[in-house]
């Protein structure tokens, strides 16, 4: 357990921005990552980098969390719940369950990052989120060192959000997460996006978990870039959820607009389409640019700075706000 200096986190984040810690170290254990911030309170604490954006170099030590490891931890005749670490990758987990025919990941196949990034972000795709399978998730206190386990009602889930982005943001470190499930008569959802029309392509009439996760994968490869091609966080921005009221006004002037109920009283539009018909979608302004597949996946050609990528972003979000009157957040932690 070696502390590097002047260490570049280039190939530590998924937009391959060149930006320079001061102090680097990768732990392993618990025990390890209790010992740095005996020593170190104030720490900048990285995953897989896949959420965030560098736009500038981190002045102080930061803490690879590298925890490998996953087993069985419980299991009955319908359930199995799953314990993985925090560095373990997030999509080879998601093929580990499902190569032991464990449900209930499939629709979040392919998404970059480590488990342990996963119930910060609530991260979700095709219909599905974190809530709705992880069972706790255990944590490290930055300041007491103490060991927590967090339930699922205590992780305090909404769209995107979490305790852990809130209330107690950077207080805590998760070193592992585990989830509830399925070993059989697994709840398919292939409703969602283009998922039964991949299976239609593929034809396959009664799908299996492996089939909903390779019709998945199918629909990512062909719409999301990959990062070790194709610098990107995935989607940059965040669906905007927005009073129903303000949508039947917006609907009147912009008839095609979709949206996704939501509440009684909210609904949720697509910021991808936002973009589209705000006209970004392929533009590139040097190295910095909106994918030509997918509006929401901002992305750096070769050299662009995590500032000049920044910039782009705000300027989708003017004109977003400027022409249709909806705010749209970064879904992306800005760093």
Not at 20 to 25: E, L, M, R, T, V
Not at 216 to 224: M, N, P, Q
Not at 234 to 248: R, T
Not at 307 to 327: D, M, P, Y
């Amino acid at each position: 357990m070696t502390i590097q200096t002047h260490f570049s986190l280039k190939e530590y984040n998924t937009f391959g921005i060149e930006a320079a810690a001061k102090k680097f170290i990768s732990v392993t254990s618990e025990k390890e990552l209790k010992e740095v911030l005996r020593n170190n309170k104030d720490v900048f604490v990285l995953g897989g980098g896949s959420n965030m954006l560098l736009t500038q170099d981190i002045n102080k030590l930061v803490v690879h969390v590298n925890l490998k490891g996953i087993e069985i931890t419980d299991e009955n005749e319908d359930f199995v719940w799953v314990r993985a670490n925090a560095g373990e990758n997030w999509h080879e987990f998601v093929l580990w369950c499902i190569e032991h025919n464990f449900g209930g990941l499939e629709n979040l196949s392919l998404i970059p990052g480590n488990v342990g990034t996963t119930p910060i972000q609530n991260i979700g795709a095709y219909g599905k989120e974190i809530k709705d399978i992880l069972f706790n998730c255990e944590a490290i206190a930055v300041e007491t060192l103490e060991n927590r386990t967090f339930s699922n009602e205590e992780c305090r889930f909404g769209y995107r959000e979490s305790i852990f982005k809130n209330e107690l943001k950077n207080q805590y470190i998760i070193t592992s997460v585990t989830f509830k499930l399925t070993k059989n008569n697994h709840v398919l959802n292939t409703s969602y996006g283009a998922i039964e029309a991949e299976l239609k392509k593929m034809n396959i009439a009664y799908p299996t978990i492996k089939d909903v996760s390779d019709a998945v994968i199918a629909i990512r490869s062909s719409k999301l870039p990959n990062p070790k091609e194709l610098g990107n966080s995935g989607s940059f921005f965040k669906n905007p959820i927005i009073a129903k009221k303000q949508y039947e006004k917006a609907v009147v002037q912009f008839p095609d607009m979709p949206h996704y109920k939501v509440s009684e009283t909210e609904v949720k539009v697509p910021a991808g389409w936002l973009i589209e018909q705000a006209g970004f979608k392929g533009k590139r302004f040097g190295d910095a640019g909106i994918h030509k597949n997918q509006a929401l996946v901002l992305v750096n050609y070769g050299n662009a700075t995590g500032k000049e990528i920044l910039e782009v972003s705000q300027n989708i979000q003017k004109t977003i706000l400027e022409r249709f009157g909806i705010a749209i957040e970064a879904e992306v932690n800005i760093i």
